[in-house]
């Protein structure tokens, strides 16, 4: 989904990929693909200063990563289906999930 303050977009790419493309340098079309996800990617939040980025899965997982280096930096398990939704609270210490299990954790 697109970042509203301009930045960096993530969105879901091949079976358990996902891509990062910055948005800012748009002569050089950057673009950052991490692997770590076992299924498709269903939801991405990005934080405001690109730092990090949540994603979930249809394998009823989230990852939260690392953006400047691809690293995963926690593995998020407990849902009991798809990880529709990602998102930061206001004040981007905090973030929630939410699956089609009906449950936000």
């Known amino acids: ?7 960096e977009r993530g969105e879901g790419a091949e079976e358990g990929e996902l891509d990062f493309e910055d948005q800012i340098a ?16 269903h939801c991405v939040a990005v934080k405001r200063d690109m730092s990090q980025a949540l994603s979930g899965d ?4 989230a ?7 691809g690293k995963v930096l ?18 981007e210490t905090n973030f929630a999930t939410a699956s089609m299990d009906g449950m936000i954790r």
Request: charged share 35%; proline share 4%; no cysteine.
């Open 1 to 7: 989904g697109d970042n509203k303050d301009g930045g």
């Open 26 to 41: 748009v002569k050089d079309d950057a673009k950052l693909r991490f692997s770590g996800h076992k299924g498709p990617v």
């Open 58 to 61: 249809q394998e009823d997982t």
């Open 63 to 69: 990852l939260l990563w690392e953006i400047k280096t």
């Open 74 to 91: 926690r593995e998020l398990k407990g849902h009991k289906d798809t990880v529709i939704a990602a998102a930061w609270s206001p004040d």
